[in-house]
């Protein structure tokens, strides 16, 4: 499994020497990087692939909070359907007591590498904005 996507190492100025040993550093901030841009865009946003990317979820604000399961599934079909890298993907809602409007979800994988499978974990939180960030 590659450390980085196709894109990432089309564009890259310095790219790795044959036979460097896997780095799952490089693969997960890949991996982190992808579900940021994943995250961020709003289905049918693109055009070849209408299905990629989160649905706009301020209709499911007037929901709040049985929307929080959703949403939870919407990251996870997203992440089964355009992050190959990742298996076994459980999503789930991390409440905050100190700010119960706060949408925070713990993302828990394997990741897939050459040598079998590397346990990840992110964090993402949705912003008022509407953005979503992981970490």
Do not use: C, W
């Not at 995250?39 to 209709?59: C, E, H, I, K």
């Not at 905050?96 to 939180?125: K, M, S």
Request: glycine share 6%.
């Amino acid at each position: 499994m590659a450390e980085r996507t196709l894109l990432q190492r089309l564009i890259d100025d310095d790219p790795p020497a044959p036979g460097r040993p896997f780095d799952s550093s490089l693969a997960v901030q890949s991996v982190l990087d992808y579900l940021q841009i994943l995250m961020n865009t709003r289905q049918g946003s693109v055009g070849a692939r209408p299905d990629f990317g989160l649905p706009d979820f301020n209709d499911m604000v007037s929901e709040f909070p049985a929307a929080v399961p959703a949403i939870a599934r919407a990251i996870k079909h997203q992440i089964d359907s355009f992050e190959p890298r990742l298996r076994n993907v459980v999503v789930r809602h991390v409440p905050d007591p100190d700010r119960p409007l706060t949408l925070a979800y713990r993302i828990r994988a394997e990741l897939a590498i050459d040598r079998g499978e590397e346990a990840v974990t992110f964090e993402t939180v949705f912003g008022s904005d509407g953005s979503v960030r992981v970490r």
